[in-house]
């Protein structure tokens, strides 16, 4: 400002700044030039005029004198002459008046001094020079600075003698001088009034627009505040409405980039900075108040599962209406928000007691119960919730975030679709599982990884005709540690992909090294991940494991669980194809305990059926789990499926299975998942290995 202030010139600096005062000048000026070139040409004018008069009035007395002075010449009567001249000398600003003969001697020569005296007669001055005769034998005129001196001549027959008549000019530029000092006071006049004149018709505009600057100055302090607006004024009128309007076009973008900075764009939820914010509000309002908050944790199960085989635009849909769905349940002070990923957080004030938070979390689950439809896909999910308390699980917003999370992953161990209140336990358990995934970390590379390998007999001949290759981790100070302690972790931290490769790597070895010592072929089957499955290059990574390990496809078969299975997922469906196509085998895991998207599975490119546990366990004594056991094997044999029942450890259950045409069976019954060398050991004492329970043996 003060550069610019600085900078500018010297004219610059005697203009004025403000408009205001530039107007009043401006016009004023304007006014005066006008006023002065008006005057200027009307002194112009009319001393025209005047000069014109003079002359003609000049001319007229000079023709009348030489008609009278013709006789007098004659008869020689210069008294008479004289007294004639006087006369006429009376005219208004003659100077004086001469006769001459035609040689130019005066005859007669009057004069009047510049006081206005009377005329009087003068003596004894040189002749003077006639001018030229012009052609029309009239008046001449001869111009002097201040003075006119008109010539004519006395003729009667010839040239007698002339008459000079001297005139002032000093009337003309009195006229002049006066038109000149009236312009000169209607200038300055003009100049006063209207510069009083804008002053005042200005003045409103002007303070208008004033108040327009300090408005627009103060816009952002005035939050959506209306300036008056002066309508006396077109653009004062459009300006005061501009401001308006922007006044308001400001309040909206501020309102619209604090909605986007406190929520979360897909969902439209509260995100984690305003849910962060609510619940201090929440914890600062329960300690005047003694009221009991909690603090819910939803994450859905297994949503990367949907985001992997139907694409991140379906998750997303997905979330949206999950999150919209489960928003119901938010009442007057509570705050349902979505921290990220598939998260939902809830806060939950004006409890009467604790369980209420129990109530709240059963009803989220029973929301999340009914089927979601995206893009034609029915698609189920489960959500695994931890619940905290304030005060009891935790004084600060972080301690009661941080134990719900912990709370939340035990609900998601204890297999997920339920609720959990926090415990200090659950602390410890996070406490070991770090400890855990770190131990994970360096497992592979210090060699701490085993495989075990059990049997899956023929329920026809006897025989063994696979083993199902199981890993165990066997940790220097913590012992053998079992997969489902470790898996989901490794699963988590992406561990599970090298550790995959190092399972199959080394079952198809086995399977191998087994054949090659002359054991009669089987097949071999290893667990897949949904992790693995999700790996671009899983069926590049198989082949080059069949490869450098030489087994034949035919004797791998892959095991992927039941909850993989998800309607049209295509990507999941092209993998397993391929896999396929190589001649490698596909068996279903844990079959019935999943959402058994039935009519998917004719799709599905699969070989076999693997019949839970949790089915077999009390087959023979629970007549539902026998309905659902003999239900599978119909269903598998029905759609051209092999079938085998995993877990069984007892005589009778075996029957029921055989009776019940199982294909399959692998369990304690016949041995426990033993490593490799007492596999060995175990196949070397003969085959068919189990000739009791052969069909042929029951005759
Ligand atoms: N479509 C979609 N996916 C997201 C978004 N944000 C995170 N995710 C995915 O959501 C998944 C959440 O991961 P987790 O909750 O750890 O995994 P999960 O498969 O649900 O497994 P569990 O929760 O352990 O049962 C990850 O695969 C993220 O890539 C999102 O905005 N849109
Ligand atoms: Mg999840």
Same mark, same amino acid.
């Given at each position: 400002?003060?550069?610019?202030?600085?900078?500018?010139?010297?004219?610059?600096?005697?203009?004025?700044?403000?408009?205001?005062?530039?107007?009043?000048?401006?016009?004023?000026?304007?006014?005066?030039?006008?006023?002065?070139?008006?005057?200027?040409?009307?002194?112009?004018?009319?001393?025209?005029?005047?000069?014109?008069?003079?002359?003609?009035?000049?001319?007229?007395?000079?023709?009348?004198?030489?008609?009278?002075?013709?006789?007098?010449?004659?008869?020689?009567?210069?008294?008479?002459?004289?007294?004639?001249?006087?006369?006429?000398?009376?005219?208004?600003?003659?100077?004086?008046?001469?006769?001459?003969?035609?040689?130019?001697?005066?005859?007669?020569?009057?004069?009047?001094?510049?006081?206005?005296?009377?005329?009087?007669?003068?003596?004894?001055?040189?002749?003077?020079?006639?001018?030229?005769?012009?052609?029309?034998?009239?008046?001449?005129?001869?111009?002097?600075?201040?003075?006119?001196?008109?010539?004519?001549?006395?003729?009667?027959?010839?040239?007698?003698?002339?008459?000079?008549?001297?005139?002032?000019?000093?009337?003309?530029?009195?006229?002049?001088?006066?038109?000149?000092?009236?312009?000169?006071?209607?200038?300055?006049?003009?100049?006063?009034?209207?510069?009083?004149?804008?002053?005042?018709?200005?003045?409103?505009?002007?303070?208008?627009?004033?108040?327009?600057?300090?408005?627009?100055?103060?816009?952002?302090?005035?939050?959506?505040?209306?300036?008056?607006?002066?309508?006396?004024?077109?653009?004062?009128?459009?300006?005061?409405?501009?401001?308006?309007?922007?006044?308001?076009?400001?309040?909206?973008?501020?309102?619209?980039?604090?909605?986007?900075?406190?929520?979360?764009?897909?969902?439209?939820?509260?995100?984690?900075?305003?849910?962060?914010?609510?619940?201090?509000?929440?914890?600062?309002?329960?300690?005047?108040?003694?009221?009991?908050?909690?603090?819910?944790?939803?994450?859905?199960?297994?949503?990367?599962?949907?985001?992997?085989?139907?694409?991140?635009?379906?998750?997303?849909?997905?979330?949206?209406?999950?999150?919209?769905?489960?928003?119901?349940?938010?009442?007057?002070?509570?705050?349902?928000?979505?921290?990220?990923?598939?998260?939902?957080?809830?806060?939950?004030?004006?409890?009467?007691?604790?369980?209420?938070?129990?109530?709240?979390?059963?009803?989220?689950?029973?929301?999340?119960?009914?089927?979601?439809?995206?893009?034609?896909?029915?698609?189920?999910?489960?959500?695994?919730?931890?619940?905290?308390?304030?005060?009891?699980?935790?004084?600060?917003?972080?301690?009661?975030?941080?134990?719900?999370?912990?709370?939340?992953?035990?609900?998601? !161990?204890?297999?997920?679709?339920?609720?959990?209140?926090?415990?200090?336990?659950?602390?410890?358990?996070?406490?070991?599982?770090?400890?855990?995934?770190?131990?994970?970390?360096?497992?592979?590379?210090?060699?701490?990884?085993?495989?075990?390998?059990?049997?899956?007999?023929?329920?026809?001949?006897?025989?063994?005709?696979?083993?199902?290759?199981?890993?165990?981790?066997?940790?220097?100070?913590?012992?053998?540690?079992?997969?489902?302690?470790?898996?989901?972790?490794?699963?988590?931290?992406?561990?599970?992909?090298?550790?995959?490769?190092?399972?199959?790597?080394?079952?198809?070895?086995?399977?191998?090294?087994?054949?090659?010592?002359?054991?009669?072929?089987?097949?071999?089957?290893?667990?897949?991940?949904?992790?693995?499955?999700?790996?671009?290059?899983?069926?590049?990574?198989?082949?080059?494991?069949?490869?450098?390990?030489?087994?034949?496809?035919?004797?791998?078969?892959?095991?992927?669980?039941?909850?993989?299975?998800?309607?049209?997922?295509?990507?999941?469906?092209?993998?397993?194809?391929?896999?396929?196509?190589?001649?490698?085998?596909?068996?279903?895991?844990?079959?019935?305990?999943?959402?058994?998207?039935?009519?998917?599975?004719?799709?599905?490119?699969?070989?076999?059926?693997?019949?839970?546990?949790?089915?077999?366990?009390?087959?023979?004594?629970?007549?539902?789990?026998?309905?659902?056991?003999?239900?599978?094997?119909?269903?598998?044999?029905?759609?051209?499926?092999?079938?085998?029942?995993?877990?069984?450890?007892? !005589?009778?259950?075996?029957?029921?299975?055989?009776?019940?045409?199982?294909?399959?069976?692998?369990?304690?019954?016949?041995?426990?998942?033993?490593?490799?060398?007492?596999?060995?050991?175990?196949?070397?004492?003969?085959?068919?290995?189990?000739?009791?329970?052969?069909?042929?043996?029951?005759?």
């Amino acid at each position: 400002m003060n550069r610019t202030k600085n900078n500018l010139s010297l004219g610059n600096r005697l203009w004025p700044r403000s408009l205001h005062a530039q107007l009043a000048l401006l016009s004023g000026l304007m006014l005066a030039i006008t006023i002065a070139l008006y005057g200027w040409y009307t002194a112009r004018e009319q001393s025209a005029i005047a000069e014109k008069t003079i002359l003609m009035e000049i001319h007229t007395l000079a023709q009348n004198l030489a008609t009278a002075s013709a006789d007098y010449l004659v008869v020689r009567d210069f008294a008479s002459l004289e007294q004639i001249l006087i006369q006429s000398a009376e005219f208004p600003g003659v100077l004086s008046i001469q006769v001459t003969d035609a040689g130019g001697r005066r005859v007669g020569d009057v004069v009047r001094t510049e006081n206005n005296a009377p005329a009087r007669v003068r003596f004894g001055e040189p002749p003077l020079t006639p001018p030229a005769l012009s052609d029309s034998g009239g008046s001449i005129v001869q111009r002097e600075a201040d003075r006119l001196a008109v010539w004519r001549p006395v003729a009667s027959g010839g040239i007698l003698g002339w008459v000079r008549i001297e005139h002032s000019l000093r009337t003309i530029g009195e006229i002049r001088g006066q038109i000149r000092k009236s312009s000169l006071i209607a200038v300055v006049l003009a100049i006063l009034a209207s510069t009083a004149l804008l002053l005042a018709f200005l003045g409103r505009p002007m303070r208008a627009i004033r108040r327009a600057t300090v408005f627009a100055q103060k816009l952002d302090e005035l939050r959506g505040n209306k300036i008056p607006v002066d309508r006396t004024t077109v653009e004062i009128e459009q300006l005061g409405e501009a401001l308006n309007e922007a006044s308001a076009r400001l309040l909206d973008s501020e309102s619209r980039l604090n909605h986007l900075a406190h929520h979360d764009p897909l969902t439209n939820l509260p995100n984690r900075l305003l849910f962060i914010d609510r619940l201090h509000q929440a914890i600062s309002q329960a300690q005047r108040l003694k009221n009991p908050v909690a603090l819910l944790f939803l994450d859905l199960d297994r949503f990367k599962v949907i985001n992997d085989t139907l694409g991140h635009t379906i998750g997303d849909q997905l979330l949206k209406e999950a999150g919209h769905r489960l928003s119901v349940i938010v009442r007057d002070g509570d705050t349902f928000a979505r921290l990220g990923g598939d998260e939902f957080n809830i806060i939950l004030t004006y409890m009467s007691h604790a369980q209420d938070a129990a109530t709240v979390a059963k009803k989220l689950l029973d929301l999340l119960s009914q089927p979601f439809v995206v893009e034609g896909h029915e698609l189920f999910i489960t959500a695994s919730i931890g619940i905290t308390l304030f005060p009891t699980d935790g004084a600060e917003a972080q301690t009661l975030l941080k134990n719900a999370d912990a709370a939340m992953y035990r609900a998601k !161990e204890q297999g997920g679709n339920q609720y959990q209140f926090y415990s200090p336990i659950m602390t410890i358990k996070a406490h070991e599982r770090l400890a855990m995934e770190t131990g994970l970390r360096h497992a592979l590379e210090r060699a701490e990884f085993a495989m075990y390998y059990q049997p899956q007999v023929d329920l026809r001949t006897g025989e063994i005709v696979g083993m199902e290759a199981l890993i165990r981790w066997l940790h220097p100070t913590w012992g053998i540690i079992s997969p489902t302690d470790f898996i989901p972790l490794a699963e988590q931290t992406g561990m599970i992909v090298p550790i995959g490769e190092w399972v199959l790597r080394t079952a198809c070895a086995q399977n191998k090294a087994w054949q090659s010592a002359g054991f009669p072929p089987m097949k071999m089957g290893v667990n897949l991940s949904s992790r693995q499955l999700r790996e671009k290059d899983l069926v590049k990574m198989v082949d080059r494991v069949l490869g450098e390990t030489g087994l034949e496809p035919r004797f791998l078969e892959l095991e992927l669980t039941e909850s993989l299975i998800i309607p049209n997922a295509e990507p999941t469906i092209e993998t397993l194809r391929d896999i396929r196509a190589m001649g490698v085998q596909i068996a279903i895991d844990d079959f019935g305990t999943g959402h058994s998207y039935l009519n998917y599975l004719k799709h599905f490119p699969v070989d076999k059926l693997k019949i839970d546990t949790s089915f077999i366990r009390n087959i023979a004594t629970d007549p539902s789990d026998a309905a659902i056991a003999s239900a599978i094997i119909l269903l598998a044999h029905n759609l051209g499926l092999k079938v085998i029942a995993e877990g069984v450890e007892t !005589e009778e259950q075996m029957a029921f299975l055989r009776r019940n045409r199982c294909d399959q069976i692998q369990g304690c019954f016949f041995s426990p998942a033993v490593p490799g060398e007492a596999m060995t050991q175990f196949l070397r004492e003969g085959r068919p290995f189990f000739p009791h329970i052969a069909d042929s043996h029951l005759g």
